[in-house]
């Protein structure tokens, strides 16, 4: 298929989380969103659900802005915190389901865990107000924060964070997470795309620990990277396109989007302001029929 020129440059964002995990925004309401900036196209990317592909899919179809399905999934690479989206992942997966569903399983102890300490710490929620919080969503450290923050324990959710639930703090209770391989392997077995998502905002001292990662993921079948996401600056997107060159990656770019939860973050709105081109999304399309 050939793009005009035009069309290779319409604005795009390929990370964008809803209410069916931690963003505040419905998958439809995502889409209409992205229908009144203008983007041409969208991928529905939530931490360890893929519950809110259908309902933006056919959103999409109706207004007008294309949709791409999608998951972020976080993996076991102590210490920088990695995440893998997965693009165009096939919907009954048992492969993609069980890790999926042991990731949302592991939450369901997790999330008691965190509140039991909370109360330790004097601040009681209970699981009613926080899975209310969550409306039906993937239930998670935001969701808590947000809690929190309505109770008076918190200013803000960033100082929820920083004081009780950021790694490390008082009330943090670590996550179960599958391997790098076996988060890939799941992934290429639903014909999904494997990218690294945000490869600059891992927490990593080093660029020379990037590309470790990035070399052991490139060996598992990664196909691409993040290379543009809100707040890079240029230095950081041009790391992110060199590592790429030098395994064989395509790039991709997205925000981020959580709607009100990070207002900093606008849909559409990449690095230093710039928008995302489609052409973008054309080559992660090429790399989904190679799968
Ligand atoms: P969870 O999936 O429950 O571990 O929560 C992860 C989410 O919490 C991330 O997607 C971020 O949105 C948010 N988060 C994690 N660490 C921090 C932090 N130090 N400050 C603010 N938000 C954070
Ligand atoms: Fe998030
Ligand atoms: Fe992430
Ligand atoms: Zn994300």
Request: glycine fraction near 10%.
């Amino acid at each position: 298929m050939n793009l005009t020129w035009e069309e290779e440059n319409r604005p795009i964002d390929l990370h964008v989380h809803t209410t069916a995990s931690d963003g505040d925004v419905s998958p439809a309401g995502c889409v209409d969103e992205a229908k009144r900036l203008g983007l041409a196209a969208i991928a529905i990317t939530d931490h360890d659900t893929t519950a809110g592909n259908a309902e933006a899919l056919a959103r999409g179809a109706e207004v007008g802005v294309e949709v791409v399905p999608g998951v972020e999934i976080s993996i076991e690479y102590p210490p920088l915190t990695a995440h893998l989206l997965g693009y165009y992942p096939e919907p009954d997966s048992p492969e993609l389901e069980a890790i999926l569903n042991g990731l949302r399983e592991h939450r369901g102890e997790r999330n008691p865990r965190i509140l039991k300490r909370l109360a330790e710490l004097g601040c009681p929620i209970d699981r009613d107000e926080l899975l209310a919080e969550a409306g039906g969503g993937v239930v998670g450290r935001p969701h808590i924060a947000a809690v929190m923050v309505r109770k008076g324990y918190a200013r803000s959710l960033q100082d929820a964070f920083d004081r009780y639930l950021a790694k490390g703090a008082a009330a943090y209770v670590d996550r179960v997470r599958p391997s790098p391989e076996a988060a890939i392997r799941a992934l290429l077995a639903a014909r999904a795309v494997p990218v690294l998502a945000h490869p600059e905002a891992m927490g990593a001292r080093s660029e020379r620990e990037v590309e470790e990662l990035v070399a052991r993921l490139a060996h598992a079948g990664l196909r691409g990277l993040e290379a543009y996401y809100h707040g890079y600056s240029a230095g950081q997107v041009s790391a992110c396109l060199t590592l790429a060159r030098r395994y064989g990656l395509l790039v991709t770019g997205g925000t981020d989007y959580h709607g009100a939860k990070k207002p900093d973050i606008r849909l559409g709105r990449g690095p230093e302001g710039m928008h995302m081109p489609y052409r973008l999304l054309a080559e992660l399309k090429r790399a989904r029929e190679r799968l």
